[in-house]
Structure formats: structure tokens, C-alpha cells
């Protein structure tokens, strides 16, 4: 039981600035830019504003899984969208996203820029933009969708429920650690029950719902999100983790993860991408290297 002192709502909730913890200066209960901050534009059909986060990286696999298939229209500028210094709230990304959260995306191929946010949007627009990832039969597209949904369902409890009660709430509340785990739990079971009859999530087809799910669920089997992997024992889900292994092996999900990500070995990390040779030119280790 949790030894915390008990608390009767008020009638009325007001904020409290300082309540945020570690996100203080980014969460508000607010919506709409607080300053003004025109995006940068690049030369590429595509320009993405983003982070290498689990959502992030959904979007830049997904172009970087384009570009391998010969897509040339998927090239892409990708710049850094710094949520932790609010580069979120700027009017320039809020225009493109009302929501303040990356990944955000501008189509501007055609006449006038087509603007797509929320991760799951993005890669759906994408796949249909240029027919590939998502199966064209009715049960096999209907199949992938109801995974790419599930999982925009299923990981704000992963990440806004378990991880941060579990690995960003200055207090430890058993109550709600104790229900997230179990929710995450009940998750992996679902997908390891899926993937044990299937090579990727939605059949025998490498679709949008594994690029979806596989930022979120493949690196928590490997342990790789909020340090978990031994509270929740993720070995048990063991077609996850076969699953979670064949996708890492993929050059172009290899190069995804890399794109705008900000933490890590130098050598991983390519804060901006602007053109397919910056994986071999622009990563922080050569950036940084003494001249
Ligand atoms: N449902 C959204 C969630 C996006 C999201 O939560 N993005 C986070 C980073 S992973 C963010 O931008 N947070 C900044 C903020 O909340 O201010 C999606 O899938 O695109």
C-alpha cells in the first residue's frame, strides 16, 4: 500500500507551475504558439520536424524504407525540433502541428504545402502517397491498419502511463506503477501471441504497423526504454524480442534511428538530415572531430 498522504481533489483544478517535474517547462494545460518562430525549409519534396524519440523515429524509418525501395520523391529534409527547449510551441511548428508535438511533416511537392502531424497520419499519408508498406487487398489492409491503430491506442499507456509513473514521477505511486505494468504487460502478451504465428506484425508482410510498433514495443523487449526490462521480464516475450531483432537488422531502419537523435554514441547521432550522404559525413563524431 502506498504510504502517501491522501488527497481529496478540489472543486476546481488550478495549475501548478512547479508540479511538472522534469518536464515543467514543457507541459502547460494550454494549447497555441507562445512565440513567434518560422520553421526552416529545405530543398527536399518533403520536410520533416522532428526528434529521433519512439514517434520520431516511426517517420524517418518510414522515409528512409522509401528511399531504399527507389522513391526518389521521399527524399527528405529533417530538422531537429528540440521539445525539452519548447521548439514545439514556436508559431511556425504549431502551424504545422496545433498540437505542439513532433513529428510534424510538410508535403510540398505539390502546389501548396500539405501539412500532416500525429505519427500514425504520417505514416499512413505516406504509404498511400506512394503505395508501398500497406497492403492493397481489403483483409490484409484492414488487418494492418487495425495494428497501426492499436498501437497509437496502446502507447500513451507505455509511455504517458508506465513510463512516466515508473521512470519520470518524482514520487513512486505503487497504485499507478502497479496498474501501467500491467497494462504493458497485457500488450507485449498480445503482440508475442501475434508475432508467434506470423513473421511481422500483421501477416507475412513487412507493413506500416511493424514501422509503428517497433520504436515502442521492439526496444522495450530489449530493454532499451525507461530501464525496465528486468521489472517488467521482457525475455518472456520471447517472438517479440525475434521480431524486435530481424526489423534492427534492416539497413534502412538502422539509418531511421539515426536521424535527429540527440543522445547516444556520437557516431549515431545525425542531428539533421538533409541528403543521403550525411549518414557517412554528418554524424556528431565527425562533426566533432578535432580539424
Ligand atoms: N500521438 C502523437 C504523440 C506525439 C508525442 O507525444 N510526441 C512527444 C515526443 S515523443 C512530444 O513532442 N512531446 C512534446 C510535448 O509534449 O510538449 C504521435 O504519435 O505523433
Redo the contacts with the bound molecule.
Keep these: 500500500m502506498s504510504d502517501l498522504p491522501a488527497y481529496t481533489p478540489p472543486k476546481v483544478w488550478t495549475w501548478d507551475k512547479a508540479n511538472g517535474g522534469q518536464f515543467a517547462n ?1 507541459n502547460r494545460p494550454v494549447a497555441g504558439p507562445t512565440n513567434e518562430a518560422a520553421l526552416p525549409r529545405g530543398k527536399h519534396p518533403l520536410q520533416l520536424y522532428s ?1 529521433a ?4 523515429v516511426k517517420v524517418t524509418v518510414m522515409l528512409e524504407e522509401l528511399l531504399a525501395l527507389g522513391h526518389s520523391g521521399a527524399e527528405y529534409d529533417a530538422w531537429l525540433i528540440r ?1 525539452n527547449q519548447g521548439d ?1 510551441f514556436g508559431s511556425g511548428f504549431v502551424a504545422v502541428n496545433p498540437n ?4 510534424a511533416l510538410l508535403d510540398c511537392s505539390g502546389p501548396e504545402p500539405i501539412r500532416v ?4 497520419s504520417i505514416l499512413l499519408y505516406l504509404a498511400e502517397k506512394f503505395g508501398a508498406f500497406l497492403p492493397t487487398k481489403p483483409a490484409q489492409r484492414a488487418e494492418c491498419l487495425s495494428w497501426l491503430f492499436w498501437q ?1 491506442g496502446s502507447a500513451p499507456y507505455l509511455g504517458g502511463g508506465f513510463g512516466h509513473f515508473y521512470a519520470y514521477a518524482s514520487t513512486k505511486i505503487e497504485y499507478a506503477i502497479d496498474r501501467f505494468a500491467m497494462e504493458v504487460k497485457r500488450q507485449l502478451d498480445v503482440l508475442n501471441r501475434q508475432l508467434a504465428d506470423h513473421p511481422y506484425v500483421s501477416g507475412d508482410d513487412y507493413t506500416i504497423a511493424d514501422i509503428a510498433i517497433w520504436p515502442w514495443y521492439g526496444a522495450l523487449v530489449k530493454g532499451l526504454v525507461y530501464e525496465a526490462g528486468e521489472f517488467l521480464q521482457v525475455q518472456e516475450y520471447t517472438h517479440v524480442i525475434r521480431w524486435a531483432d530481424d526489423m534492427a537488422k534492416r539497413a534502412a531502419v538502422q539509418r531511421g534511428r539515426m536521424v535527429n537523435r540527440i543522445s547516444g554514441p556520437l557516431e549515431s547521432q545525425l542531428h539533421e538530415r538533409h541528403d543521403a550522404s550525411d549518414f557517412d559525413t554528418r554524424t556528431q563524431d565527425k562533426l566533432q572531430a578535432p580539424t
Design positions: 514543457i526528434l524519440t519512439p514517434n520520431g521539445i514545439q505542439s508535438k513532433i513529428p502531424f500525429e505519427s500514425g497509437m
